[in-house]
């Protein structure tokens, strides 16, 4: 294991070198980097986002479930985390 830490500073420091040496070529990684950092952030936020819309779909799915069973709104409200305006409206 010790080795293989060796080796990747060794690869590490070996690219610092070169990159220090080559303007260019540090101005290349470094938009290299600032890419791949923008596109991780940008599969992380579509990730949040599709998790967020789907529980959404999923609470109002319960909802409506939980309306078919006669339920009163407020309870309903109080259990999904929904307004009873919001539920109130899956009625229609």
Known sequence: MLQMNESTLKKAMDTL???SQ???AHRLYEERQKY???EASMIEWAT???IVEGEKRKT???AKNMLSF???ISVIAKTSGLTESEVEALKD
């Open 48 to 50: 949040e986002k599709g």
């Open 17 to 19: 070198e070169f990159l």
């Open 60 to 62: 109002i799915e319960i």
């Open 70 to 72: 006669g339920l009163e």
């Open 22 to 24: 080559d303007r260019e």
């Open 36 to 38: 791949l950092h923008d």
